[in-house]
């Protein structure tokens, strides 16, 4: 079983920072990649930010520049910092990992997500 952990959500006014973080425990054998998404009422969740095992990156058109995904110093974690926030960033982020539990078996896995606001 993998589990994973999100927190660093919160409010914030519009051009604040907030730093995502997100740690993946349990039966790992190695983790492709992990990214983050987000999610608004009525919407479908959308990818924001993703980061390969061999450390590419990939971002949402609507965050590139100001929001930067890395791998944190703890095993198994990966950050989001989020700079220049807007109104519209407003959702709850998701964590997301394509975990390998064994060396032929791979599976999504999500955390519980984590609210980020951001308003004045």
């Known amino acids: 079983q993998v589990q994973l952990v999100e927190s660093g959500g919160g409010l914030v006014q519009p051009g604040g920072s907030l730093r995502l973080s997100c740690a993946a425990s349990g039966s790992i054998f190695a983790i492709n990649a992990m990214s983050w998404y987000r999610q608004t009422p009525g919407n479908q969740r959308e990818l924001v930010a993703s980061i390969t095992s061999g450390g590419s990156t990939n971002y949402a058109d609507s965050v590139k520049g100001r929001f930067t995904i890395s791998r944190g110093n703890a095993e198994h974690t990966v950050l989001l910092q989020m700079n220049s926030l807007k109104p519209e960033d407003t959702a709850v982020y998701y964590c997301?990992?394509?975990?390998?539990?064994?060396?032929?078996?791979?599976?999504?896995?999500w955390g519980q997500g984590t609210q980020v606001t951001v308003s004045s």
């Open positions: 997301n990992g394509d975990i390998a539990v064994m060396l032929t078996e791979r599976y999504d896995y």
